[in-house]
């Protein structure tokens, strides 16, 4: 399985981060430069480790595909090259904790959501924001997360348009809850996780030697 990280890159050293097989750096305007992914933010890396915490035994090969730079935002043609990048390199998951409340970028997005739900590619994104629905999680063809606190880190749920998942990523030791790292990032990075690993149960069960 492979599954792309689309956000501000990875630390590969970090603790919480297992092994990264590889990525890229976009930038604003769409240049790729491979082998440049390692995460001056942070973002990037608390998502894959929230990721790879839910995915736990899971055979996966990870990559970073960096658009966020001095900080967390990007254009519109960087992230479209980004998700163009993850389907031409026949990933299985990408993950997007991010968005855009813009609905003219829809009609952009359109042809890359159709390209992945005919290739089988699961692109998982916040469905919204604050109320706000955000592209191109709110588009037909793409598992959308909403961020509800109030469920536990260990499961995910099915809602009437979507996914929804825990927005907290892993105990931070000596930081009660509360105050640890939360948000709809870290929803959409749960709810990749474990999508990544009801596939690999999937491919158990059809081929218990595949794995």
């Not at 055979?59 to 163009?84: G, M, P, Q, W």
């Not at 813009?102 to 959501?113: D, E, G, I, Q």
């Not at 149960?201 to 081929?207: H, K, L, Q, V």
Request: glycine share 10%.
């Amino acid at each position: 399985m492979r599954v792309a990280v689309i956000d501000s890159g990875v630390n590969p050293a970090h603790p919480h981060i297992g092994r990264v097989a590889g990525g890229v750096s976009i930038t604003g305007a769409g240049i790729v430069t491979e082998g440049e992914y390692l995460d001056h933010l942070g973002h990037g890396t608390a998502v894959m480790a929230a990721i790879q915490e839910k995915a736990v035994g899971v055979d996966a090969d990870y990559f970073a595909v960096k658009v966020f730079h001095e900080s967390l935002r990007t254009n519109a043609r960087c992230l479209l090259r980004a998700i163009e990048w993850a389907l031409d390199e026949q990933m299985d998951i990408v993950n997007l904790s991010l968005g855009t409340a813009n609905p003219a970028h829809a009609a952009h997005f359109a042809p890359l959501v159709a390209r992945a739900a005919e290739a089988g590619v699961q692109l998982v994104a916040a469905l919204e924001s604050d109320g706000i629905p955000q592209f191109p999680g709110c588009m037909p063809g793409v598992s959308g997360v909403l961020l509800d606190l109030t469920c536990p880190r260990d499961q995910y749920r099915r809602v009437a348009n979507g996914l929804a998942a825990s927005g907290y990523p892993r105990p931070a030791p000596g930081i009660p809850v509360e105050r640890n790292l939360q948000g709809i990032s870290f929803a959409v990075a749960n709810v990749s996780g474990f999508l990544a690993r009801d596939h690999s149960e999937r491919i158990r069960a059809i081929n218990p030697k595949s794995i």
